[in-house]
């Protein structure tokens, strides 16, 4: 059979190369959401090097990026401190029989930076201390039950997966869902779980894939506060996504309610590979009774990084830069959207933001607005909520904008063509 003459004369790009070297020896060429079937066209799947809020990928083409990572890139890329921090302890070493100091500078730092902290224990991902909080919760509690909302991530292991290939109904036994920022799903959940509740666990905001993102009301925050005191089970928050973002005190501290453990991981060593648990004193012996590790658990490379992100971030304001370049882009959206009449919803914190376009079920817009972008530089998601760093300046911004222009231009296109 002979190819299309199109596909002939078009010259393989590294990154073509790459997926058909990946295609043999790697199943699917990739796992799990980076999965070539999940972008956008265009997008590119390897990448080079990246440096402040620019990635290059194995083209040579450079973008301002908008996932930072997917989520770990707090600071930018490569952010000197954080490197210098980090290369200064990889010479001294990164593995050893047994944890290094930073171990217990760092755990000092999370105690003095988040008031519900009295101690902190580290992993290396976030599916890490999630499962490590779920399982304090219930050493604490003597119970079973876990409140989770419908929808939500808080990892890929098998009782938390989105995907249900190779789980067994067992490994979700006592998980009981409720519906986020519905008080009464919440009440009715606990309900269900009755004296075996050991843990309401919930995300910080709700930042389900496909949907408008969504702050917690008070009034929720408050009634999973309530449930937790009333049967003495864990409120545990899930700050792996939003941690270090919103607010470093942790994302429900605005809010006045407190978590009795909380799980972070993605952004607190600036990309570095590390999660954290933060809990307080009642739930202290539960964490000590508990049998959880990982041969690579107190790595101190990310360890001295977590340090220096963290301490960029307080003297900073990190939290507050990133929300007023997150405002400049959503409030620069907003104005190309309307210029061209094109209704969009934008929803979530500023710092986490999201696009969705209306009429736009199968995500066709959405993703030809993704893909023009690319083209001119940006690099956005159609459906996931985005992500900025510190070294978003107003410039790149601007930038993105134009960018941005592009792929209205290109919805608008396709409207057009529908309506032919
Ligand atoms: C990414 C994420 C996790 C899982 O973290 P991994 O590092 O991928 O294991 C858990 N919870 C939330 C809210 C996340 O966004």
């Known amino acids: 059979m002979t190819q299309p003459a199109t596909m002939l004369s078009k010259t393989p790009t590294a990154d073509a190369a790459l997926r058909a070297r990946a295609a043999r020896v790697v199943p699917g060429g990739m796992w799990g959401h980076l999965n070539a079937a999940r972008l956008p066209e265009g997008y590119p799947q390897f990448f080079a090097s990246a440096e402040g809020c620019r990635i290059r990928d194995v083209d040579g083409r450079e973008y301002i990026d908008f996932m930072c990572s997917w989520g770990p890139v707090l600071l930018g890329h490569r952010h000197p401190q954080v490197e210098a921090a980090a290369q ?22 999370f105690v003095a930076m988040v008031p519900h902290a009295d101690w902190a224990m580290f992993q290396k991902n976030g599916g890490d201390a999630t499962t490590a909080c779920v399982t304090i919760a219930r050493a604490g509690t003597g119970r079973r039950k876990v409140l989770v909302a419908r929808g939500a991530y808080h990892g890929a292991l098998p009782w938390c997966s989105p995907v249900v290939a190779g789980i067994t109904s067992e490994d979700r036994a006592h998980l009981v869902h409720f519906d986020y920022n519905d008080v009464a799903s919440l009440q009715a959940a606990a309900a269900e779980a009755g004296n075996d509740l050991a843990a309401v666990l919930v995300t910080a905001f709700r930042h389900d894939m496909g949907r408008d993102l969504e702050l917690p009301t008070a009034e929720f925050a408050k009634a999973a506060r309530a449930i937790c005191d009333a049967a003495g089970a864990a409120l545990i928050i ?78 900073t304001d990190v939290p507050g830069h990133i929300h007023a370049m997150g405002l400049r882009l959503r409030e620069g959206l907003a104005a190309l959207a309307n210029r061209h009449g ?79």
């Not at 200064?88 to 217990?104: H, I, K, S």
């Open 238 to 315: 899930d700050e792996v996504r939003a941690g270090l973002r919103l607010d470093l005190r942790g994302s429900w501290e605005a809010l006045g309610v407190r978590p009795d453990l909380a799980a972070w991981s993605k952004a607190i060593a600036n990309g570095y590979a590390l999660a954290a648990v933060t809990g307080n004193d009642r739930f202290r012996e539960a964490a000590t009774k508990v049998f959880v590790t990982g041969s690579f658990w107190c790595g101190t490379v990310a360890m001295a990084a977590a340090r220096a992100t963290l301490r960029i971030a307080r003297e």
């Open 88 to 109: 200064a302890q990889a010479a001294r070493g990164d593995c050893f029989n047994g944890p290094g100091e930073v171990m217990v500078d760092l755990a000092e730092d």
């Open 342 to 420: 094109i209704a969009v919803r934008q929803s979530g914190p500023p710092q986490m933001p999201l696009m969705l376009f209306e009429a736009d079920p199968e995500v066709r817009k959405g993703r030809a607005f993704c893909s023009a972008a690319l083209r001119h530089g940006a690099f956005f998601h159609p459906q996931h909520n985005m992500f900025l760093s510190a070294a978003h300046g107003p410039a790149d911004i601007d930038e993105a904008l134009q960018a941005a222009e592009q792929g209205f231009r290109a919805v608008r296109e396709l409207d057009a063509r529908a309506a032919r």
